[in-house]
């Protein structure tokens, strides 16, 4: 007997994972690349070499094809891809110029002119999507006003889904959440926008064709299926952008529902009905959700995770029995499973916020006394990024969007007091389900959906179901947070205002 | 052949030392007490049982003369001692009631009451001191108010000088800088002030007899020789204030020497020709030098070393190889060697201050980004003890009162790093003498002194000379101090006036 089995791609930004589920949900198999390294030829440039990336791909799946017997067959492939990197090629899909990742920062004076020029409402307006350094449009329009020679040579442009869809179907592909990340989509009608690509400087023809997510793009390529070992007849099946893929895995697909990524970068995510973008607060960029009829807002928090990060370094470095990042972790629980917290230490983000995502700012810790210890510490770390989560989730709220669980995932969903941190800030139940690779899941679910192994999508969900665990806000600290969300939004008030005087 | 020497008696707040010297100033033994226990019979109370405080001097002398041969001869006993404790006595001279040491916090109410009526103003201009919660004068005040019968049964008021000096000699003798640490000396004319004793409720006749440092007292008792192991014919030199023969040791006896003693707590000590109060600022309170003619000015910064000690200890706490607290200090030096500061990186410290020594407040680090090491946040700690430092000595130096140079004793003086912060912070020079028990060996001078060894004063400081390295400032770090301090005054008084408010 045969088993039928499909394959989740999840292309992050450093690196490359692969899972292979059989049509019960159940995983078969795991792959996985090493991360790709990261060219600098210029300061503030990061860029990958697309065949590296390639060559992940290549490497996990790879990795799955060699742990399975005969019995087990791949009959599809659908990939999560981070959004925003860009990939110059040629006519013939052959890369003319490295990736430029969505880190990378050279665009910034083109933002600074767009912007003096008022250029962001148009932008916004269109795409869904305010102006950020690390975006396709942007990154297009540099390369015309500083590599003409690349520029010319550039008769496509390639999200890395467009490269990676590519190499394994030699189609000219995308679908609509990781088009709608290249900034270059108009999000009313799920079109290229000639205003916008006349804005990079391009034609719509240099773009791929967008198709829904969840259909067959066509046959796996006989070299590509030779060089990963996929049987012969496997296809792709059209995936998206890898937050969209995510949401969709936790089941996130209805208004009311949000995403909470916690990676290194803080990312939320809601889902519309409708591209009303009235009645959304500007912060919100808008994309194509991985199911019809239903687009996302989201918006970054930036890096609030490094800030714990930063302080674990520091203050359990060389700490006796923790020498590995997750023995230091564990003592951090440890310690912090005494605090209580006395409503007067604050701290404020190294980096990211409700306000300044892309910026590595100053913070610091006010309110400190002799008697706090670095748990304290750390736990006035754990509570500002609550604070951050809840001010930039106010004006969500205050727009008459419904916002009834948060759906968190990621390094912070693992701390035993994080997650309880945010219910009570926030007053949000959080819901914690017991996964670790959610883009796989969903695009798992879209190819099973695409080959017409699931009735729905909701069929496939049914049969991906993961345990979950629900943190709900206790009503006493809710009421001593709120008293602290004061004192931190007047302090932060003044800071802010003192580093723009220049003071810090 | 015999060898003559003198003992000097360092009666410290919790501990008692004992240092012996021959006349040309070398050690020949050392002896010390455990610790004093302390005594919390109320909420802020700390008191002393006067009898232990005697056992420890019994102690640290006995281990001395159990070290010695028959020919070693120790001629003669001068002591250092704390000022501020406070024990009422009967007019035998025992013991009333517990020991009301400096550190107690009673007469909070009292000493508000009394600036409420303006009575600080006074207090101050006869007794140089302004008002403290744990000095005598307030803490007798307190008993005739709050404890009648003690206050009735208490015929005398020793300082803790006051009352080893009668248990050693049977003489109620004292001398003029601790009779002033006690807050009821008229600093002009040097003897007990009707108008302050009045105040605390008393007679000047149930103080100690003052007679000038220097001076022999008498010959020690036989009952305590015994106990001690003395010689018949020693006999006790009347010593000073702790700080005074701390200063005296050093050679700190003429204007534009400051003496800065880093403890627990930060106390500087200048020295004025003639009690000209209206020549210093208020902030300074005036007592008697253990020299002639010489007067001290001091203010006390507080536990500014406190906020270190809590950093290490957070930050360097369970560090694989640092058990104990010289390894964990050995481990941040090690680590400080490699920062360099970059001017923007504030801390405030968390007890103690140029304005508020007594206070234990809500601190906190600024400017801090992801880049800083726990190492960059130590430097910061101890670049706002210089800045304190500073600020408290502008009004010094701006009333024209010369600083010329810094003696610097304590902890602090240890560290390869915090001399010269300190001496780019202020700009002045600081001299780090190496020794350890200034107070023994200022007094030994005394003793030396009072027993005719010495011809002087200055003769005996030639003979106890140590060596001392220089610290300079540097002209380059002074600019970017200078900048930095703008900053911390600014922001320090904005996070003040927060505070004020309640905020914080």
Tied chains: 1, 2.
Excluded at 13 to 26: E, H, P, Q, R, Y
Excluded at 63 to 83: E, R
Aim: aromatic residues 8%; proline residues 6%; negative net charge.
């Amino acid at each position: 007997m045969t088993i039928e089995t499909v394959l989740g791609l999840d292309i992050g930004t450093t690196s490359t994972k692969a899972v292979l589920f059989d049509l019960n949900g159940g995983e078969v198999a795991r792959g996985a690349s090493r991360p790709y390294r990261t060219l600098t030829r210029q300061p503030g440039w990061v860029e990958q070499e697309p065949e590296e990336v390639w060559q992940a791909v290549v490497t996990a799946v790879s990795q799955i094809t060699a742990q399975i017997g005969p019995d087990v067959s791949v009959a599809a492939i659908c990939m999560a891809a981070q959004s925003g990197s860009l990939l110059p090629a040629a006519a013939d899909g052959a890369p003319v110029y490295p990736m430029i990742t969505w880190l990378d920062g050279r665009t910034q004076e083109i933002i600074r002119q767009w912007k003096e020029a008022g250029s962001e409402e148009l932008v916004k307006s269109i795409s869904g999507w305010s102006l950020y350094p690390g975006l396709p449009l942007p990154n297009i329009a540099w390369l015309s006003e500083h590599d003409l020679l690349a520029f010319t040579a550039a008769r496509r442009f390639f999200s890395v889904n467009d490269f990676i869809t590519h190499r394994l179907t030699g189609q000219f592909v995308t679908n609509p959440s990781n088009a709608g990340g290249m900034q270059l989509v108009d999000i009313r009608t799920g079109n290229w926008s000639r205003r916008l690509c006349a804005l990079a400087g391009i034609s719509p023809s240099q773009l791929s064709a967008i198709q829904p997510a969840g259909a067959i793009i066509g046959e796996i390529l006989p070299e590509a299926r030779r060089a990963m070992g996929l049987p012969e007849g496997a296809v792709l099946v059209n995936g998206g952008h890898d937050q969209g893929c995510t949401a969709l895995g936790l089941g996130v697909n209805a208004p009311g529902k949000l995403l909470l990524a916690c990676g290194t970068a803080w990312v939320f995510t809601g889902v519309m009905a409708a591209p009303e973008m009235d009645s959304v607060p500007a912060a919100l960029d808008w994309n194509f959700h991985v199911l019809p009829q239903r687009y996302t807002i989201s918006q970054s928090l930036g890096g609030l995770g490094a800030s714990l990060e930063w302080w674990v370094n520091q203050a359990w470095r060389g700490v006796d029995g923790a020498a590995t990042r997750q023995a230091m972790f564990a003592a951090l629980d440890a310690e912090l499973a005494g605090t209580e917290g006395d409503g007067r230490l604050l701290f404020f983000p190294l980096t990211g916020g409700h306000d300044g995502p892309a910026t590595t700012q100053r913070g610091g810790f006010a309110g400190l006394q002799l008697s706090h210890s670095r748990a304290d510490m750390a736990r006035a770390i754990m509570e500002s990024a609550a604070f951050e989560l809840r001010w930039a989730l106010q004006p969500v709220q205050q727009a008459g969007l419904p916002v009834d669980r948060l759906w968190m995932v990621g390094g912070a969903a693992q701390s035993p007091h994080w997650p309880q941190i945010l219910a009570d800030v926030t007053g949000i139940p959080i819901r914690l389900p017991a996964y670790d690779n959610w883009p796989a899941l969903g695009t798992a679910v879209l190819a099973g959906v695409g080959i017409g192994a699931f009735e729905s999508i909701a069929d496939g969900l049914a049969r991906f179901q993961k345990p979950a665990r629900d943190v709900l806000p206790d009503a006493e600290m809710r009421g001593r947070y709120d008293e602290m969300f004061g004192l931190y939004q007047e302090k932060d008030i003044l800071t802010t205002e003192a580093q723009r005087h220049g003071d810090f």
